[in-house]
């Protein structure tokens, strides 16, 4: 099994090196050959969205919404869409909040988030705007932006 997984995996690397989305998507800490090919297959078409922002919606990482009489709440997560998809974009976001020792603004606000909220939440937090970022560069073609921190710095 673990000779056909490195297979798998070497597989998955060789398509995502001749794919160039897929290439420009692995800019990003966290996501990998089979989270960018996953992500270029789940979308498929980038016109199906008129925003990138109706990408978190679609994949079921925005909070699920009980409206009743004079009741409004907000709960967890719907979990609507593409449940693989989510996986991996939780675990691209993970990556990019524990393990990535780079600074980046998308890094800075999830640490931020969590200490308000809490890792996991923060983590979910994270995936949706990865979501929305790897939407944005596959849309306009560019690279992903780390930002610096002393603009940041400034600018707040």
């Not at 990138?52 to 009743?68: D, M």
């Amino acid at each position: 099994m673990r000779a056909e997984r490195k297979a798998f995996d070497r597989s998955f690397a060789a398509l995502s090196r001749q794919d160039e989305i897929a290439r420009r998507l692995m800019t990003i800490p966290g996501v990998g050959p089979v989270t960018s090919l996953a992500f270029k297959a789940t979308i498929d078409d980038t016109g199906r969205f008129l925003t990138s922002k109706a990408l978190g919606a679609h994949l079921g990482l925005t909070p699920r919404v009980y409206q009743s009489g004079e009741i409004d709440r907000s709960g967890h997560i719907s979990k609507c869409g593409d449940r693989m998809m989510r996986h991996l974009l939780y675990e691209a976001a993970s990556v990019l909040m524990t393990r990535t020792r780079k600074w980046s603004r998308l890094r800075a606000w999830g640490v931020a988030v969590a200490k308000r909220r809490g890792m996991k939440r923060a983590t979910v937090a994270v995936a949706r705007k990865l979501a929305v970022i790897m939407h944005r560069m596959w849309v306009t073609g560019g690279e992903f932006e780390f930002g610096s921190p002393a603009a940041a710095a400034t600018a707040a």
